[in-house]
């Protein structure tokens, strides 16, 4: 089956993603109250240099200060105050919008289904949620501020020095489009390292979680040592990537500030010889010389800013990619399961890579065993997969009636595959997984009926159920599935190899429990390659190899 990874996203190229507004409510109204602080703080500015050239004025006249001192401390406090308030802004717009995107997230990934997952990066996938999102702190409360005081301050403040000193207003209209000309062309730069950095770093958590999940294999057939150095060459790609984002942004720094510097330096000269000759007022070249500074820092401090904000920017095109599969994904109407019914599946063929699984038929009715057997690839576990809605299939397969694909397969389907799957927590946790009002007594049941009331229910299991062996693992999985159909939620099981790491003994201990179910009216469908199964099978299906198609 190809991946359904999604699309490498090709990134906006414009100041901000309108998908983020879309996507994010906090983030609209996080834009409108920077914009209104925005011009709160542009007209502070410009009191602050206005009360400034009083009190310099004042000073050189040898005039009273009084009257310019406590303005211009009320405008130094008011322009903290509003400083303040925008950062205080920023990081509540910034957490909220980071649990929009992780909840939308997670809706996007529910609604593209288990197929879409099965063939995704996982580690990618949590990297972008935790980190990737996590870096957003950056864009709201740098860069997005930052762009909206520019959008803001830098007309304001061009139109004030116009009107004071035209010839000042005029060199800074003609010198001021350097800087974001620069600002684009570093900023492009800057977006491509930056994807190629936080690729890098998607490709160094795949590779890792492989390695920690296939470790004990790599351990026996003593190639260990070359998964570390295959981890070690990517760790070595992303530290050069690294270290080429911060040279730019260094590099991109530099050359906006001496951009700016210049800029400045060419308005103050101007002002300096008018004031030398008396064309000037000392009043109007101070004031414009005191703006000219804060004309450019908007625009200059925006390219800045994107930098610290552009690990953000790449981790949002990733989660954009996948919001975007999912709204044009086509909607699944899940509808209610049935407390009962038989279990039919007609002619369902799937799909692995170039191999085309052969049709499978069968039916299951309530109080029976149904028992595939067939060698390593015939598709045992594919048809499991059809039924939790984890694979893309031909034909059908219908419960009660209804086609599982629009079934909620957590309301009529218990299953338990080859991999446990479990979580960190207590034993009795992982056994009621999904219930929110655990049930104790059937915790203890359904351990019991897995073999596996020697288990503490209230023992403390670690990263994917560490603390327990493997075979106690494989059988808690199986009593997780057998709690859930005693609580009235799975009246389907679906065990897959639920005895491959037991004994004898424990075995026909499972194969009696899993017999008394269905005598009491489960339906089940067992998937296992033990031949002691077929004793309690009421009917077996044999499936046949699969082939490759051209």
């Not at 190639?223 to 991109?252: C, K, P, W």
């Not at 500074?293 to 625009?299: C, N, R, S």
């Not at 229910?457 to 603390?467: I, K, R, S």
């Amino acid at each position: 089956m190809a991946s359904t990874d999604p699309p490498k996203p090709k990134g906006f190229a414009g100041p901000v993603d309108p998908r983020l507004l879309r996507y994010a409510s906090a983030s609209r109204r996080f834009v409108v109250a920077i914009a209104l602080l925005g011009l709160a703080q542009t007209l502070t500015i410009v009191a602050f240099a206005w009360l400034v050239t009083q009190a310099v004025v004042r000073a050189v006249a040898g005039d009273d200060l009084a009257p310019v001192v406590l303005p211009l401390l009320g405008v130094i406090a008011l322009r903290a105050a509003l400083l303040w308030l925008r950062e205080d802004i920023a990081a509540r717009a910034a957490a909220r919008v980071q649990g929009q995107l992780r909840a939308q997230l997670m809706t996007a990934v529910d609604r593209l289904g288990a197929g879409w997952l099965a063939g995704a990066s996982t580690a990618r996938l949590a990297v972008t949620a935790g980190r990737g999102l996590g870096a957003l702190d950056a864009y709201f409360g740098r860069y997005l501020p930052q762009l909206a005081q520019t959008a803001i301050a830098t007309p304001i403040l061009v139109a004030v020095m116009w009107w004071m000193d035209w010839i000042s207003g005029l060199t800074v209209l003609l010198t001021l489009p350097l800087i974001p000309l620069f600002m684009v062309l570093i900023g492009l730069a800057t977006r491509t390292v930056q994807q190629k950095q936080w690729q890098t770093l998607g490709r160094l958590a795949a590779r890792f979680a492989d390695t920690v999940r296939g470790l004990s294999t790599l351990k026996v057939f003593g190639r260990q040592h070359r998964a570390v150095d295959s981890i070690e060459r990517v760790t070595a790609g992303y530290r050069r990537e690294t270290m080429r984002v911060l040279r730019v942004s260094f590099l991109s720094g530099f050359a906006l500030e001496f951009l700016a510097s210049i800029s400045v330096a060419i308005v103050a000269v101007t002002i300096g010889f008018r004031l030398l000759d008396g064309t000037l007022a000392l009043t109007v070249g101070l004031f414009v010389l005191l703006l000219a500074p804060e004309a450019y820092l908007p625009v200059r401090q925006v390219g800045v800013q994107f930098h610290a904000a552009a690990e953000g920017v790449a981790a949002t095109d990733d989660v954009f990619a996948v919001l975007d599969a999912a709204r044009a994904a086509p909607e699944r109407a899940v509808a209610a399961p049935p407390a009962t019914g038989d279990l039919v599946v007609d002619g369902v063929r799937v799909r692995r890579g170039e191999r085309l699984l052969p049709p499978v038929s069968l039916r299951v009715a309530a109080g029976e065993v149904v028992l595939v057997r067939g060698p390593s690839g015939a598709g045992k576990s594919s048809l499991l997969a059809v039924l939790r809605g984890a694979a893309a299939h031909e034909g059908t397969a219908t419960f009660g009636g209804h086609e599982v694909d629009t079934l909620d397969a957590s309301r009529w389907l218990a299953w338990a595959g080859q991999q446990p799957g479990l979580v960190s927590g207590t034993v009795a946790d992982n056994v009621a997984l999904g219930d929110r009002q655990a049930d104790r007594d059937l915790v203890a049941r359904a351990l019991t009926l897995a073999e596996a009331d020697g288990i503490d229910p209230d023992a403390e299991l670690g990263v994917l159920g560490a603390g327990l062996s493997g075979g106690q693992a494989q059988r808690v999985a199986v009593a997780r599935a057998f709690y859930r159909h005693l609580r009235g939620t799975g009246p389907v099981i679906a065990l897959d190899e639920p005895s491959a790491a037991l004994d004898a003994v424990t075995e026909a201990a499972l194969w009696q429990s899993v017999r008394r179910l269905a005598d009491d009216g489960a339906a089940v469908l067992l998937v296992s390659h033990r031949s002691s199964a077929a004793a309690i099978a009421d009917r077996t299906v044999d499936l046949v190899p699969a082939e490759v198609s051209a």
